[in-house]
Nanobody, 123 residues
Framework: EVQLQASGGGLVQTGGYLRLSCAVSGLTFDDYAIAWLRQAPGKEREVVSC????????YYSDSVKGRFTISDDNAKNTVALQMNSLKPEDTAVYYC????????????????WGQGTLVTVSS
């Protein structure tokens, strides 16, 4: 059974940083794409970053490019999202999700989801 558990959210001031972690079990990293998605109040869920070992790709949305970094640790079965230079518009519930195969920018195409972790950036 594929399971994901996100953690690391919290309250931070503008310009600060947080590191989110997604603990993954029941899958092989080489066979799945892992994404971080977020949903802000009143907005649709969006993919902010994803990593795929099968085609050795990493994706970042334009809104986080240069500030967020995704990484995976096969030995620990975790995928991290380092978030630097945080802005109030980064405030959202962040989710990690897994898709067998390649990365996709369409949230509904991720069949496996962890619970969300709330990130709040104060101005």
């Amino acid at each position: 059974e594929v399971q994901l558990q996100a953690s690391g959210g919290g309250l931070v001031q503008t310009g600060g940083y947080l590191r989110l972690s997604c603990a993954v079990s029941g899958l092989t990293f080489d066979d799945y794409a892992i994404a971080w998605l977020r949903q802000a109040p009143g907005k649709e869920r969006e993919v902010v970053s994803c990593i795929s070992r099968s085609d050795n790709t990493r994706y970042y949305s334009d809104s986080v490019k240069g500030r967020f970094t995704i990484s995976d640790d096969n030995a620990k079965n975790t995928v991290a999202l380092q978030m630097n230079s945080l802005k109030p518009e980064d405030t959202a519930v962040y989710y990690c999700a897994a898709n067998p195969g390649l990365s996709t920018l369409s949230p509904p195409e991720y069949p496996y989801w962890g619970q969300g972790t709330l990130v709040t950036v104060s101005s």
